[in-house]
């Protein structure tokens, strides 16, 4: 009875990482490995382990693919997530922005089975985030030296905003 409810759950098991892996290999720009508690890759799929110079890794140790110079700090996010705690780290890689999300998965029992890495490439987010801010930065300079008084009304007429000029008034 046991043998058969031990091959059940490795036929879940299989099962479930079969979806995982069909979903992280049709998400645009992410990547999604599981580690083991010797920070070992039992699962990486994903288009930013590309961009990261990453090519098959599973099976392989967190030391083994990483930078000797970048791996204390994942080392500590992955050995946190192993301990309950969520972590996070951005960093550039070949004029791509990548962040990486480290988080703890828990079993049905509620122990921590093993942990997961997100690596989401967020270089078109940061772009349009420096963009938006030039643009404020702009917006910002042609209000406040304008010669003509401005005002902003908010939609019950209230005044939201004025500019120096418009202070003068």
Not at 61 to 84: I, M, S, W
Request: charged share 30%; proline share 3%.
């Amino acid at each position: 009875r046991s043998a058969r409810a031990g091959q059940q759950k490795r036929h879940s098991l299989n099962h479930d990482a079969g979806r995982c892996r069909l979903l992280a290999r049709n998400l645009p720009d992410i990547a999604v490995m599981l580690f083991d508690h010797d920070l070992r890759y039992l699962i990486a799929e994903g288009s930013v382990l590309e961009t990261l110079g990453l090519g098959d890794i599973e099976g392989r140790t967190l030391r083994e693919v990483t930078d000797p110079q970048l791996y204390p700090t994942l080392e500590k996010l992955y050995r946190d997530a192993l301990a309950g705690v969520e972590g996070q780290y951005e960093d550039t890689v070949d004029d791509h922005v990548i962040r990486v999300r480290v988080m703890p998965i828990h079993d049905d029992d509620g122990e921590i089975a093993a942990g997961m890495v997100t690596a989401q490439d967020i270089t078109q987010y940061r772009r349009a985030e420096r963009a938006m801010s030039t643009n404020e930065r702009r917006f910002r300079g042609l209000f406040e030296h304008n010669n003509d008084a401005v005002l902003f009304l908010n939609w019950d007429e209230v005044i939201e905003a004025a500019n120096p000029r418009a202070t003068e008034m």
